[in-house]
């Protein structure tokens, strides 16, 4: 790991800032080779060292392949194939700690985010950002509820949260190194990791862009998939669905009683007797209902303790190839590159 780090460091000594551009991809063969079209153009337009990551959450379909193909073209590409697919959260945490740049740029393969952007996040980070993140104007491509859903979701995790998420921003951003060396620190199971990019603080900058539509293939995010998203994203930074929990149940309580009394109180002074089945039922199912979603709620935050107690890793690699023309650098220089399955 030492030696790893002190050759980057002699690297960027010598041919300026080295800079990783972590992919994470999963059944994204139709838009693979234009996409590394389009970031290598830009990758060669600037004077930086640097390396492409591509990792592979267990694609189905000819992705993998297209990975090492690219990797035998273009000596800056690296490839970590997982050993099966876990998520892009995790898929994007093994992108991080196995890059080794003094920045990485975290950029999703279906050209919805645009690699053209990536020289105004590191004129953000020369300045001294350590937190680019690209912030959307527009979400062209998204169906009217997908773009809804979307904005309100962003506002009810910044009303929510603890800590500051953006709002209209997604995985694509620049970290500087002493932000990855932090985030790479957090090994909790159930990762938002727009959440864990604001938690771990530093000075960041929005830089504003137009997200463009899918260019090939189709979104892995279904409108199931986004509300688990926001579930995630709202229990792991946020204990407020407790508190809510806990309000409803104080005020069903409190109403119950004085419903409770109001019979009473009717009853004895006009003779009026109590309705009886469906009052009956509509009073237990109405508080059965409020017992079942409070359970609900403790349950998603007993579930998540339970899968934090078990420590298992991350991930697994399957196979970890590093980029060619870095690692041709470290055996001229006499040392070893390791794969590492880090987890």
């Known amino acids: 790991m030492n030696n790893e780090r002190d050759n980057r460091v002699a690297s960027a000594a010598a041919d300026g800032p080295f800079i990783s551009i972590v992919v994470p991809s999963y059944n994204e063969h139709e838009v693979l080779p234009e996409f590394h079209r389009r970031l290598s153009a830009v990758l060669d337009g600037f004077n930086h060292s640097s390396e492409i990551v591509f990792i592979n959450d267990g694609s189905t379909d000819n992705t993998l392949a297209l990975m090492f193909a690219l990797r035998d073209a273009d000596p800056r590409v690296a490839v970590i194939d997982l050993s099966r697919n876990y998520g892009k959260e995790i898929a994007m945490s093994a992108g991080l700690d196995h890059a080794k740049g003094d920045a990485v740029i975290v950029i999703d393969a279906d050209l919805q985010d645009p690699p053209e952007l990536i020289p105004a996040l590191i004129e953000q980070w020369e300045a001294g950002y350590d937190n680019v993140y690209a912030q959307r104007t527009d979400r062209d491509g998204d169906t009217a509820v997908k773009k809804t859903t979307a904005h309100w979701f962003y506002r009810l995790i910044q009303r929510v949260s603890n800590v500051r998420i953006p709002e209209d921003t997604g995985d694509f951003r620049l970290l500087s190194r002493r932000a990855v060396d932090s985030l790479n620190t957090l090994r ?12 771990i603080g530093y000075p960041s900058k929005a830089v504003p862009y137009r997200r463009e539509p ?7 995010w279904n409108y199931w998939s986004l509300w688990n998203f926001a579930i995630e994203g709202i229990t792991s930074f946020s204990i407020l669905p407790l508190k809510i929990a806990t309000y409803v149940g104080l005020t069903t309580a409190v109403m119950a009683f004085i419903y409770a009394f109001y019979f009473i109180y009717k009853t004895l002074v006009y003779g009026d007797p109590v309705q009886g089945f469906p009052t009956l039922m509509v009073v237990i199912l109405f508080l059965g209902g409020v017992q079942l979603m409070s359970l609900g709620i403790i349950g998603e935050y007993l579930g998540r303790m339970f899968d934090e107690t078990k420590r298992r890793p991350l991930y697994f690699v399957n196979r970890y190839l590093p980029a060619r023309e870095h690692t041709e650098q470290h055996d001229e220089q006499g040392g070893t590159m390791l794969a590492r399955n880090v987890t």
């Open 188 to 199: 909790e199971q159930h990762r938002f990791m727009k959440g864990l990019f604001s938690w």
């Open 214 to 220: 899918r260019r090939a293939g189709e979104s892995k």
